[in-house]
């Protein structure tokens, strides 16, 4: 009996221990994660920010004060350990998402989520962004300075780790099971691939090709033109480009290969862009110049932004980082300030592979084969055994898809160029920007920059604005890369690259005034091959037509354009419509809507109605519209909002705009009339589920937990308006990531804010504290201190001093 | 003292010493011992360490998230789920924690019944 009652008690006791010890699904082993002594209840508190802590490999004392904003203010001796102090303290409030950004990068989030991550790794391998981290390390070698730098920052980062004590490691690990592993060289170089491929990883070079093969050139060119009737470019159009005296790529005469693509990787959010402009001191109240930045990127938890000032005897630096990078990425210092916007470029293009046989060992170029080389992807998985996703390299690039990978053809595939996988010294841009005194400081460190190209916006206290397109771009003949290229035809590659100095660029323009949104970089006259792969055309006049107006612009005027709610989009189509929409068929309800919608003044408000009739009106139109893109297994991009409302304006009757699942040849105005009806319907579903649709309530702007959103840790209905094609960016969960306002006075004053918070313990009140300023369009005085000596501002001081 | 209240003492300080130094299974490595060294009877070999070890995981996660206005507690509360309410997640810990101890002193309890004789 006592034998009976041992062996089940010892049973009992080991299911118990296993069944707390265990992570079931999603739920975390609930002993471990609920043990006050070493799980969640140790994350219950504000991060440390006072006292001493002895980092291996520092020089020198390095002093670091917080303001009440939880924004660190490192002062360091020189540079070394300024990085490392950097690598330490970003560490210090941000190490989960540092490693899971540079995970996802990677492609390895199965090896702590499962196998519900493994088509994500797949996708992240078959991207070839380890590949392309490896070339950027190679080239940053060339640079021992740099490399020392990413070496002290990694350093800083372990250091930081290596102290950590179980108890103290982020919740999300302790949620997820797992441990952070030390931080490498390689893992910045990831990060920077991270936002390469979020901001220069789209492009519609397939989905082209598709729609070339289906409606034919003509039409191809009627629905996706070059140019628009009406653009505002970032270079001013009456911009001299005759002292740009190289040749152009001659087109060759070649058939490019029409193939039926059915599917293609998901793309980065089509949002992805920005806003920055700077104004010169004629155009100031003060005589300063005055710079603006407002980065529009996928809102989440932890913020992609961590604020910091980074200063050393000979520099001081103040403004955004990306947790992994190394400097301020948007900023300013004591002489100069800058900001990016995406350039928009198409630098990622697609090539038909032809290989020899089954074995893929071989592939067609020229009159010749040559040899495929073999990069073997084991993907990790968490409780399973590992996946092998071999990847063939051609010299164009990795063949992302095949038959093993979203394709059917045994003998073909698609192999993608990309200047991602050029490998390029970007974090050196960024180092001398930071140190920058003058325009021929930011022009220097422009030229080490590669991707993802990005519109470079530019202010000194000397009193000069610029603003540079900057990245590494192909030189390519007209029509390159539109669509999908023979892999095997040499005259299809990239045959160079525009030199860095024939760039877009302008400085201190007539006007008064640079500025970028993502939008045409140059209009028809500049001389090398620019073609629109998704170029913003709404931003960019609401603010040039804004500073075009006035003589003279105030702080309080550049916060108000940031926070600018004008839908130009909805401005330029419901007046039409308007008027030619017949109306007698209306009921009274629909009757009542459009009269709401008459009465809008086209700013998206949060208490307005009109935003949301428009939204759900727009929807439906353009599903009706663009109906003829409802093709199965052909992957299809719809044109841009620019042309889609061209056409409906100029082109009512063209054939496009017939439903073709009804017998009737429907026209513009049918398509107006039967999508409002639609939209009426939608909105009082709505309504009846949720109540009002005014913008705040419909839109319900949140910002979500990396975690695939993990509602614990997000925050949701956010009260603040805007939209797409706004100048005030922010959509449900994307819009302006972090906005920076500098005066050039000296030392440069400065306002900024982001929706988030320093800290990224979801257990410290500093976790979301920006939010709801940042939603009001609220700002920080950002505290430029102009010396190591504490002042009132400070809440807390750490001293990093040597082992 | 009766061995009640002995049992209940050592397996609380037991368990405050382990968890210094040890992982969440320290609890059940001091109800154990505990068990081993003050046998109890009846329901009370389970009831008796499942109280201590409850009292103490309650108590020092309410202190800890006390201080920070239950800040996390609210957010693991929505997350697992407990209706965002931090008090059910505390009394959550404190049960999660007390069936670790209760079984362990079962477990204890059978071994000294073991090599008694």
């Known amino acids: ?803 | 003292m009766n061995t009640n209240i002995l049992n209940f003492i050592i397996t609380l300080l037991l368990a405050l010493a382990f968890s210094i130094f040890l992982p969440w299974w320290s609890v059940m490595l001091a109800a154990f011992v505990s068990a081993v060294l003050f046998s109890l009877k009846g329901w009370k070999v389970f009831f008796i360490p499942f109280i201590a070890v409850f009292l103490f995981w309650t108590g020092y996660a309410f202190l800890l998230s006390n201080d920070n206005n239950f800040t996390l507690a609210k957010k693991i509360a929505i997350l697992l789920p407990l209706d965002g309410n931090p008090f059910l997640l505390i009394l959550v810990t404190g049960i999660v924690g007390g069936l670790a101890g209760g079984f362990a002193g079962i477990f204890g309890k059978q071994c000294q019944a073991l090599v008694k004789k």
């Open chain 1, 1 to 803: 009996m006592k034998y009976l009652k041992f062996v089940i008690s010892l049973l009992l006791t080991v299911i118990i221990y296993y069944g707390l010890n265990t992570k079931f699904g999603s739920v975390p082993p609930i002993g471990k994660f609920l043990n006050p002594a070493t799980g969640i209840w140790q994350n219950e508190k504000d991060e440390t920010i006072t006292g001493t802590v002895s980092i291996d490999g520092l020089k020198d004392k390095v002093t670091v004060h917080y303001d009440e904003q939880l924004i660190p203010h490192i002062f360091a001796e020189n540079e070394n350990d300024l990085y490392r102090a950097q690598g330490y303290i970003t560490a210090k409030h941000r190490l989960w998402q540092m490693e899971f950004q540079t995970m996802a990068a990677a492609g390895r989030l199965s090896e702590f989520i499962g196998e519900a991550a493994l088509n994500y790794d797949r996708r992240q391998r078959r991207l070839g962004m380890g590949f392309g981290a490896e070339q950027a390390i190679e080239k940053i070698k060339e640079d021992p300075e740099t490399m020392a730098f990413l070496e002290a920052y990694a350093e800083g980062v372990n250091s930081y780790i290596n102290e950590l004590q179980p108890k103290d490691i982020p919740v999300e690990y302790k949620l997820l099971d797992y441990k952070p592993e030390p931080w490498t060289t390689k893992k910045t170089a990831l990060l920077l691939m991270y936002m390469t491929k979020d901001l220069a990883g789209s492009d519609t070079d397939l989905e082209y090709t598709n729609a070339l093969r289906i409606f034919g050139k003509e039409r191809f060119d009627l629905l996706y033109p070059d140019f628009y009737d009406v653009i505002d470019p970032i270079i001013p159009k009456s911009t001299d480009w005759s002292y740009i005296d190289v040749p152009m790529t001659e087109t060759p005469a070649s058939e490019l290969p029409l193939d039926t693509i059915s599917k293609t990787i998901e793309k980065p959010h089509p949002d992805n862009g920005s806003n920055n402009w700077a104004i010169s001191g004629q155009k100031s109240y003060s005589g300063n110049p005055i710079l603006a930045n407002d980065p529009h990127l996928g809102l989440n938890l932890p913020s992609i932004w961590f604020v910091m000032q980074l200063s050393t005897p000979t520099h001081n630096t103040f403004g955004a980082t990306l947790p992994g990078a190394l400097g301020i990425i948007s900023g300013f210092n004591k002489y100069i300030a800058w900001g990016e916007t995406n350039a928009t470029r198409d630098v990622q293009d697609w090539y038909k592979i032809e290989f020899k046989d089954e074995k893929h060992s071989q592939y067609k170029y020229g009159d010749d084969w040559r040899t495929a080389d073999l990069r073997v992807e084991e993907i990790k998985i968490k409780d399973k055994a590992p996946f092998i996703d071999s990847v063939r390299y051609t010299h164009h690039g990795p063949v992302t898809y095949d038959q093993n990978f979203m394709g059917d053809n045994k003998l073909a595939g698609y192999a993608m160029k990309w200047s991602g996988h050029i490998g390029g010294n970007n974090q050196r841009t960024f180092l001398e920007l930071n140190k920058g005194k003058n325009y021929d400081d930011y022009v220097n460190a422009l030229k080490h920059y590669t991707a993802p190209a990005q519109n470079f916006v530019f202010a000194s206290t000397e009193g000069d604005i610029a603003i540079w397109v900057q990245g590494k771009l192909p030189n390519k003949w007209k029509g390159q890369g539109k669509f999908l290229m023979d892999g095997s035809n040499p005259q299809h590659d990239w045959q160079s690259f525009i030199p860095q100095e024939f760039n877009a660029h302008t400085k201190n323009p007539e006007r008064g005034f640079v500025s970028s949104a993502n939008q045409h970089p140059v209009d028809e006259s500049y001389p090398f091959y620019v073609f629109n792969d998704g170029f913003e055309t709404y931003r960019n006049r609401v603010i040039n037509d804004f500073f075009n107006s006035r003589d003279t612009f105030s702080i309080q005027d550049f916060r108000d354009l940031q926070n600018n709610n004008y839908n130009l989009k909805a401005a330029e189509l419901l007046p039409h419509i308007f008027n030619t929409m017949d109306t007698s068929s209306l009921t009274e309800e629909e009757l009542q809507i459009l009269n709401e919608i008459k009465a809008w003044n086209f700013n998206n408000d949060i208490d307005e109605l009109g935003p949301s009739i428009w939204s759900a009106w727009w929807r439906n139109l353009h599903s009706l519209l663009w109906d003829e893109y409802k093709v199965d297994d052909v992957a299809l991009k719809t044109p841009y909002d620019y042309q889609t409302v061209h056409l409906l304006k100029t082109k009512g009757d063209d054939a496009f705009m017939d439903i073709i699942e009804t017998p009737e040849t429907e026209t513009a105005g049918d398509l107006f009339l039967i999508s409002f009806k639609k939209a009426v319907k939608s909105l009082m579903d709505w309504k009846a589920e949720n109540g009002s649709y005014n913008w705040n309530a419909y839109k319900a702007t949140y910002v979500g937990h990396l975690l695939q959103g993990l509602p614990a840790f997000s925050r949701f209905n956010l009260p603040i308006g805007g939209g797409s094609n706004i100048v005030n960016a922010t959509k449900k969960n994307h819009g302006a990531s972090w906005r920076m306002i500098v005066e050039m006075s000296s030392p440069p004053t400065a306002l900024g804010i982001y929706p988030g918070g320093q800290s990224g313990n979801p257990g410290s009140k500093y976790y979301d504290n920006f939010i709801d300023d940042w939603a009001a369009g609220n700002y920080h005085n950002l505290n430029f201190m102009q010396s190591d000596t504490g002042t009132d501002a400070v809440i807390g001081t750490q001293t990093l001093i040597s082992n």
